[in-house]
Antibody, heavy 116, light 107 residues
Framework: EVQLVESGGDLVQPGGSLRLSCAAS????????MSWVRQAPGRGLEWVAN????????FYVDSVKGRFTISRDNAKNSLYLQMNDLRAEDRAVYYC?????????WGQGTLVTVSS | EIVLTQSPATLSFSPGERATLSCRAS??????LAWYQQKPGQAPRLLIY???NRATGIPARFSGSGSGTDFILTISSLEPEDFAIYYC?????????FGQGTKVEIK
């Protein structure tokens, strides 16, 4: 069974940092591009970042460039999102998703709250 | 950035009715468009990829059409479990973007 499990969400103060993780199983992780997609409470979906299968290319939405870093460890079947200088507007549920011709597999999400 | 516009924000139907949802792109995305369904408290689920291809396990009552800038998601006969929010998404270029969603509610 294809499965993605996120972890690492927490309450953090503005300007703080957090690292999200996503553990993949049930498929050949190293063959797929992977993304982070977020959803603020009561709002729509926003793609955040993408990484190619071998990690050679990374793409970000403008609002997180220079603050967030996507990475992966194919040996550990894991995806990461390092989030620095967090702002109130980063508050959201963060999903990891497999990115093929669309996001065909999603995790259950992890909640990031940014508040003092 | 390509902007996807879904209108209207909410549609009301009775079970068994046919639903047609619209997604318009601010510039051509060729056929690089997907549709998702999201229910409260759940992650989105891929329904349609590349404008007209059903994802694995998606019932035949869901179909997609269109290319370029105008796309349609059709649900031929609404089942009770189909009342949800539907999003379109383009992967034609970066950043990949989503529409703001259309809520399909029970009339």
């Amino acid at each position: 069974e294809v499965q993605l499990v996120e972890s690492g969400g927490d309450l953090v103060q503005p300007g703080g940092s957090l690292r999200l993780s996503c553990a993949a199983s049930g498929f050949t992780f190293s063959s797929y591009s992977m993304s982070w997609v977020r959803q603020a409470p009561g709002r729509g979906l926003e793609w955040v970042a993408n990484i190619k299968p071998d990690g050679s290319e990374k793409f970000y939405v403008d609002s997180v460039k220079g603050r967030f870093t996507i990475s992966r460890d194919n040996a550990k079947n894991s995806l990461y999102l390092q989030m620095n200088d967090l702002r109130a507007e980063d508050r959201a549920v963060y999903y990891c998703a497999r990115n093929l011709r669309g996001f065909d597999c999603w995790g259950q999400g992890t909640l990031v709250t940014v508040s003092s | 950035e390509i902007v996807l516009t879904q209108s209207p924000a909410t549609l009301s139907f009775s079970p068994g009715e046919r639903a047609t949802l619209s997604c318009r792109a601010s510039q051509s995305v060729s056929s690089s468009l997907a549709w998702y369904q999201q229910k409260p408290g759940q992650a989105p689920r891929l329904l349609i990829y590349d404008a007209s291809n059903r994802a694995t396990g998606i019932p035949a009552r869901f179909s997609g059409s269109g290319s370029g800038t105008d796309f349609i998601l059709t649900i031929s006969s609404l089942e009770p479990e189909d009342f949800a929010i539907y999003y379109c998404q383009q992967r034609f270029n970066w950043p990949q973007t989503f529409g703001q969603g259309t809520k399909v509610e029970i009339k």
